[in-house]
């Protein structure tokens, strides 16, 4: 077996809530792409407080693999949560988040590591967006939105295919529990120096659970966060 194509090191996570059916073909599919890619790797699964049995998948797992590191919150804290969580777990050098739900390519983190020293941080936007059309308007709303108020260029604000060096977050804080934490990251990364550049990735249909980030209640947190992390994020005193 010959050398991995990336002398680095890397953490993969990914968020996930009642993911059940999901969680481990895409555990085995991201296994599977970084062996033969990355020389030092880890994958980090967050359970944020499910209710059917994602848990109990992610344990199996972690047990069948050294490399996999199952991480559960007691309940569920939120997408914010969720990402605060790995983001601080990670141990290497390098690290990439997607989401739990398999609507994305994981084989195309092959593409943003190609480009790694291009930029800090490498934001995979959806070319062709397989969600329901006012999913899309609500998204290209919130996106616009954000990046006016916090002051930060990024094609797919929420996005979830992103790859970062790790160091980031030992220099920016993360408030937010919710819905407004690429957001978040994005403008007090972009305020701290640090570059980014956008890169198409496919997006696939959901094939099994259930989306939460168009309930109401979600956006309604959303939009609280943004307005009382505005001030903060834009000018590093708190509001």
């Not at 991201?30 to 699964?45: F, G, M």
């Not at 030992?170 to 990251?185: P, Q, R, T, V």
């Not at 209640?217 to 505005?230: G, P, Q, T």
């Amino acid at each position: 077996m010959g050398q991995p194509k990336y002398d680095i090191s890397l953490s993969v996570f990914f968020p996930c809530y009642n993911e059940e059916a999901n969680v481990e073909p895409l555990a085995r599919k991201t296994v599977a792409v970084l062996e033969p890619l990355v020389r030092d790797w880890e994958l980090i699964l967050v359970n944020d407080g499910s209710r059917d049995k994602t848990g109990e998948v992610i344990d199996r797992l972690g047990a069948e693999n050294p490399r996999i590191r199952p991480v559960h919150h007691a309940k569920n804290g939120g997408y914010g949560a969720a990402l605060q969580t790995g983001f601080r777990s990670a141990k290497k050098d390098y690290v990439f988040f997607t989401d739990g739900d398999g609507q994305f390519d994981v084989r195309e983190i092959e593409t943003l590591l190609d480009r790694r020293a291009e930029a800090d941080i490498l934001c995979g936007y959806r070319q062709h967006r397989q969600d329901k059309w006012i999913r899309k308007v609500n998204a290209a709303c919130w996106g616009w939105l954000v990046k006016r108020m916090l002051r930060f260029r990024c094609r797919d604000v929420d996005g979830a295919f992103k790859l970062f060096r790790r160091e980031i977050f030992d220099h920016i804080k993360m408030k937010s529990n919710g819905a407004m934490i690429s957001a978040e990251i994005l403008a007090r990364a972009s305020r701290a120096g640090y570059t980014m550049i956008d890169i198409p990735v496919t997006h696939l249909p959901r094939m099994a659970g259930t989306q939460t980030g168009a309930k109401f209640r979600v956006i309604l947190k959303a939009f609280k966060e943004l307005v009382k992390l505005r001030k903060e994020i834009l000018t590093g005193k708190k509001a």
